[in-house]
Nanobody, 126 residues
Framework: QVQLVESGGGLVQPGGSLRLSCAAS????????VVWFRQAPGKEREGVSC????????SYADSVKGRFTISRDNAKNTVYLQMNSLKPEDTAVYYC???????????????????WGQGTQVTVSS
């Protein structure tokens, strides 16, 4: 049974920080390229960050570069998204995702995504 579970979302003031977790069960997440997405009401789903399975290289959307950091802890079978200097525009449901045919390296194409977590709400408001 393949499962991804996000946690760590919540309410935070502008300029604050949150760390999101994506915990996997049923497979070894370290072997998979993983993407964090976000979806705000009335807006397109956006790829936020990606970490590759091949060499651990990372990528970020322009809107979060310099503020967000993606990382892995294989001992915990978990991928993290550290979010700093949060802005109201970051408010969204955040999802982690991967798939059985995930590429070895991150790219701008996400057609391979099949496995999704349930999402965790991040609200940035004063």
């Amino acid at each position: 049974q393949v499962q991804l579970v996000e946690s760590g979302g919540g309410l935070v003031q502008p300029g604050g920080s949150l760390r999101l977790s994506c915990a996997a069960s049923g497979f070894i997440l370290d072997y998979y390229t993983v993407v964090w997405f976000r979806q705000a009401p009335g807006k397109e789903r956006e790829g936020v960050s990606c970490i590759s399975s091949s060499d651990g290289s990372t990528s970020y959307a322009d809107s979060v570069k310099g503020r967000f950091t993606i990382s892995r802890d294989n001992a915990k079978n978990t991928v993290y998204l550290q979010m700093n200097s949060l802005k109201p525009e970051d408010t969204a449901v955040y999802y982690c995702a991967t798939g059985p045919y995930a590429p070895l390296k991150c790219s701008g194409s996400y057609s391979w995504v099949e496995y999704w977590g349930q999402g965790t709400q991040v609200t940035v408001s004063s």
